[in-house]
């Protein structure tokens, strides 16, 4: 992936970023609410965008 234009580097970050802040709201929810089941799936969500963050930069 080094022969990556500027503007699609830039892409790429905000999609990073997109993930990693998605991560943390899905975070903070499954801490936020009572139901065991909805808790599992705000925090699995959680962990499956803070992967496809680093999945992302691996590739870099």
Sequence with gaps: ????KQSELNWIREVVSAHNMSASKLHTYSEQVQDPQIKQMFAQSSTKARQAAQNLLQML
């Design 1 to 4: 992936m080094q022969n990556l």
